[in-house]
Nanobody, 112 residues
Framework: QAQLVESGGGLVQPGGSLRLSCTTSAIIFSIHPMSWFRQAPGKQRELVASITTGGNPDYAESVAGRFTISRDNAKKSVWLQMNKLKPEDTAVYYC??????WGKGTLVTVSS
């Protein structure tokens, strides 16, 4: 089964930026829509951003204008550029492929 590996999480001050990466071992990547989810402590996992096979993005209202999702099918990768980070963005961020395959997550902590 294909695996997803996230990276790029860490500790950042409010107002700062981080770029999350997700790569896959899947033989075919381009046919799958890709998404980023997050789960904060004590909360349910929520959709942050998604991107279609054709590269069309969609964002949760809470991150629209601050986050940017992108993909490179040749590199079998998807990224989440996060700017103007807020403490409420603190969560484990998960990459999802095709709605069914999940990565193990990467922790983002926004704190001064």
């Amino acid at each position: 089964q294909a695996q997803l590996v996230e990276s790029g999480g860490g500790l950042v001050q409010p107002g700062g930026s981080l770029r999350l990466s997700c790569t896959t071992s899947a033989i075919i990547f381009s046919i799958h829509p890709m998404s980023w989810f997050r789960q904060a402590p004590g909360k349910q996992r929520e959709l942050v951003a998604s991107i279609t096979t054709g590269g069309n993005p969609d964002y949760a209202e809470s991150v629209a204008g601050r986050f940017t999702i992108s993909r490179d099918n040749a590199k079998k990768s998807v990224w989440l550029q996060m700017n103007k980070l807020k403490p409420e963005d603190t969560a484990v961020y998960y990459c999802n492929m095709g709605g069914t395959i999940w990565g193990k997550g990467t922790l983002v902590t926004v704190s001064s």
